[in-house]
Nanobody
Framework: QVQLVESGGGLVQPGGSLSLSCGAS????????MGWYRQAPGKQRELVAA??????TNYADAVKGRFAISRYNVKTLYLHMHSLKPEDTAVYYC??????????WGQGTQVTVSS
């Protein structure tokens, strides 16, 4: 089992920056890929960014060049968000997936981009 806890959400003006963090505990060495997903009201949950344990990353087209994902000491995942837009407003979820394909989720943190 893996437990994930997000923090860092909040209200930010368009064009601003915000960073999210996700603390992992439990069987963290079983995790192959960690990522951030988001879900806006009335929309499906979508992948924002992911990082493999070997360090490779991938991003949704909508956030390329604005968001950066990083992982520190296998226990902490970050998402640094810049040039935020109102359409980035969503609940952001931390995700971890193990080699067997099991997904673990955090409880989510709200990000609101509004003036």
């Amino acid at each position: 089992q893996v437990q994930l806890v997000e923090s860092g959400g909040g209200l930010v003006q368009p064009g601003g920056s915000l960073s999210l963090s996700c603390g992992a505990s439990g069987d963290i060495f079983s995790i192959n890929v960690m990522g951030w997903y988001r879900q806006a009201p009335g929309k499906q949950r979508e992948l924002v960014a992911a990082i493999h344990k070997i360090g490779t990353t991938n991003y949704a087209d909508a956030v390329k060049g604005r968001f950066a994902i990083s992982r520190y000491n296998v226990k902490t995942l970050y998402l640094h968000m810049h040039s935020l837009k109102p359409e980035d407003t969503a609940v952001y979820y931390c995700n971890g997936q193990n080699s067997g394909g099991t997904n673990y989720w955090g409880q989510g943190t709200q990000v609101t981009v509004s003036s």
